[in-house]
C-alpha cells in the first residue's frame, strides 16, 4: 500500500491510524516485517519498505498490572503479531490482571486521548 511519502515513515503511519488503518511494513528485498515505521530495514538496511496490513494474529508475549489505586488498574503488554514484530499496547475488554502470556489477541485501532492508537481484544477463538 502506497502512502503519500512527505510524511515520512512515522508520520505515514499515524495518518494510517488517523483513517482507522494499522499497517506496518515490510521489506522488498529480505522480505521480513519491520515495526517501528522506519525509512530502511533494520535487517538488511534496505530502503524498499512497503506498507501492509497485518494478517490480524497477534499473541501477548508480556504483560504486566499497573496499579493506580486499589479500583484503578490497566495492562501493559508486549504483543508479538503472527507476522514476528513485537510491539507495546494493551489488552482490553479484559480485566487487566486476566491478561496473559499466550492469550491470542487481535488489533483494533482505537482513539485514546484523542488520538488513535493500536490496542487489542481477544481473539474470537478465545472468547
Known sequence: MA????????GQYQAALAE?????????DCHR???????FCPHCDSDALAWVVPSGGAT???ATTVRLK??????V???ELDEGIRMMSRVEGVAPDQVRIGMRV????AERGGK???VFTMAKEQQ
Do not use: T
Not at 3 to 10: C, T, V
Not at 33 to 39: A, G, I, L, M, S
Not at 70 to 75: E, I, S
Open 60 to 62: 501477548v508475549y508480556s
Open 70 to 75: 486499589p479500583d484503578a488498574a490497566y495492562n
Open 33 to 39: 516485517h519491520v515495526f517501528y515505521p522506519r525509512q
Open 20 to 28: 482507522g488503518k494499522f499497517l506496518i511494513q515490510q521489506c522488498g
Open 3 to 10: 502512502l503519500p511519502s512527505e510524511k515520512g515513515a512515522e
Open 77 to 79: 503488554s508486549i504483543i
Open 116 to 118: 488513535p492508537v493500536v
Open 106 to 109: 487481535s488489533p483494533v485501532v
